[in-house]
């Protein structure tokens, strides 16, 4: 049983937790075999992290709609994650989220699917007090899968907020962002507004409402003196790992439009608070990269870790991994040194089998097996 369930389970029952095991792993950096971290950056971690963090399940008779028009659409819907807390308490450390603008409020307060189900006489209960509140809404797809462990954004980075001030000492959280527009995505659903300038602002606004910047690592954190965040990077400017520590950062991971129109004239990302996908090594804005196949991106992904950059790959998508219980993804994920290994499986599914994701160490981060392997030393055994 991985240690923080023990020691949660024990606590569960009022019994006291038994005494820890001795420390196997030298690499662990978070949790009872920790390692020092003093030399540390937080670039030379690995994790684990959720995908879509914050989405339920699609209700039975919702998902059998969805399956009459698209089997395919049906398979890679089926997934659902549990509420935020949950995750970070089951020893993930880095997060997805979804938004879509909502500036004056209720624009998404009547789905289409929950409607359709409900007049076929499958009532599925759909709150939507919230989609009422003015600001960004956080769902996978409006009108077909917008059910959420946290239906606004605001919310969302409430419940992170309080995780984080009552574990001060977690390695930095990631937030990976979705910014999602476009067409509606079912006859007669509801068209997306589109994300621009102001609208970015108001979502750099949202985060800088919850997190001050004491809790914060933003582009600047990492550029320092240096005329350009890239240069920042290839300089060691990431935040050594003990400075990190009871911090988040977050990643719009958009195109290049998007990510012009976020990026507001600021090449390097002065002033703003997330970083950017980069997709080009050379960039000046480039620190964080998405790279999401790494069997087929594992050699790029292993220089650009070993250069300095953060990367984020993917273990498993739309449910067929898991489905086949195939581990070559996830295997070549923790390989290719991508520092955030995200899943939609942090336990394993019982209707599918095995798979699930989890470092192969003690705790919920370890020592980058490309960057800093070596220098993780360990601390003496818990007595």
């Known amino acids: 049983m991985h240690w923080l369930a023990s020691v949660a389970l ?30 540390l950056h937080m670039n030379d971690m690995q994790v684990v992290g959720t995908h879509n963090s914050y989405k339920r399940a699609i209700p039975p008779a919702e998902l059998e709609l969805i399956r009459q028009r698209s089997p395919e659409a049906a398979i890679e819907l089926d997934y659902s ?51 009422l509140l003015p600001g960004f809404k956080v769902m996978h797809v409006p009108d077909v899968d917008m059910r959420s462990q946290c239906a606004t954004f605001i919310l969302c980075l409430q419940q992170i907020k309080a995780w984080s001030d ?51 690592i933003v582009p600047d954190s990492v550029r320092g003196r240096h005329k350009t965040l890239r240069e920042g990077v290839l300089a060691g400017g990431w ?43 050379t960039a000046p804005h480039a620190a964080f990269f998405i790279l999401n196949d790494p069997i087929a991106d594992g050699a790029r992904i292993r220089a650009d870790v070993a250069a ?27 390989a290719s040194g991508a520092q955030i290994i995200s899943t939609d499986y942090l336990e394993p599914r019982r209707d599918f089998g095995p798979y699930q994701v989890a470092l192969p160490e003690d705790g919920p981060a370890r020592c980058n097996p490309v960057r800093r392997d070596k220098a993780c030393l360990p601390v003496s055994p818990p007595h």
Not at 268 to 281: D, N, P, Q, V, W
């Open 10 to 39: 024990s606590a569960m029952m009022g019994v006291p937790a038994l005494a820890a095991e001795p420390c196997t792993s030298t690499t662990a950096l978070e949790g009872p075999c920790q390692a020092k971290d003093v030399s």
């Open 81 to 131: 994650h549990r509420p935020l807390s949950e995750q970070l308490d089951g020893g993930m450390r880095a997060l997805e989220i979804d938004v879509v603008y909502d500036p004056q409020g209720g624009r998404y307060a009547h789905p289409l699917l929950p409607a359709i189900a409900a007049r076929l006489g499958h009532d599925e209960a759909y709150d939507a007090s919230a989609m």
């Open 166 to 216: 009552s574990h001060p000492d977690h390695v930095p959280l990631v937030i990976t962002m979705n910014a999602k527009d476009g067409e509606a995505e079912i006859p007669g659903g509801v068209v997306p507004l589109s994300f621009y300038a102001t609208a970015f602002a108001a979502l750099d606004a949202e985060i800088l409402s919850i997190f001050g910047p004491e809790k914060l």
């Open 239 to 281: 935040p050594k790992l003990s400075e990190a520590r009871g911090k988040v950062m977050f990643v719009l991971d958009e195109d290049e439009e998007k990510s012009c129109l976020y990026r507001r004239g600021h090449a390097s990302l002065e002033g703003l608070a997330m970083f950017i996908k980069s997709t080009s090594e």
């Open 308 to 334: 300095g950059f953060m990367v984020r790959t993917r273990a498993d998508e739309g449910t067929h991994e898991a489905r086949e219980n195939n581990t070559a993804r996830r295997q070549a994920g923790f």
